[in-house]
């Protein structure tokens, strides 16, 4: 069959890495009922880096406060604070200057012009945004809607059935949790992602990885960003 699956949490306007494991996916489970995690170094759900004069800086999304172990799906976005003007001034302070700024921030005001009240829905639309400017093409499902269960693992191979795929493809952050076990009783491939970050023409100094992929596409525009994410292959 060799179906080829991805699965992750929907992080918001995700780094370039996020974007070539797709490249190599027919299937990308939005993993949205997992238990959304703030103030760590593992918190991309709701935030992301951008470059500015004096370094890398975060750029997020403002949220309402919610128990613990709140799933990603019903984590609302906070209307007491106006992020959506406050994230397009800073990207527009920090990247006017930048040479494909014309072409790409009036995408990004679009998507601040959604008016989602849940983050997985935000982020789900900057995911689907930057798909279409890199021209990856995958299809996308919610773990939620698959009616799966169990936990770590094993909600990987349930997930992994539902979708009907047998290879799955992982990002090596996940080595430390990772049981073979599982993958192995269900016939299931673990392939790992091999990502090694491309330096690309920045503003603000000496280049800096692993920044939103917004980064790049401001910096080189689609065409050329299309090309870099490929040869990062």
Known sequence: MNRTAVIHQPDFLPYLGFFERLLHADVFVLLDQAQYVDSTSRSWTHRDKIKTPQGARWISLSIRSAPRDTPINQIEL???????????????ENYR????????????????ARTDRRLADF????????????????????????GVSGKNNDLLVDILGKVHADRYLSGVGARAYFRPEPFANAGIEVLWQEFQHPAYPQLHGDFIPYLSSIDLLLNC????????????E
């Open 78 to 92: 906070s209307d007491q604070v106006d992020w959506r003007r406050n994230n397009l001034n800073l990207l527009r």
């Open 221 to 232: 525009g689609t065409d050329q960003s299309r090309r870099i994410l490929r040869n990062a």
């Open 97 to 112: 200057k930048a040479p494909f700024f014309d072409e790409i921030f009036p995408r990004l005001e679009q998507l601040y």
């Open 123 to 146: 982020n789900r639309a900057s995911i689907e945004l930057l798909l279409e400017l890199f021209d990856v093409r995958v299809e996308i499902v919610t773990a939620s809607s698959l």
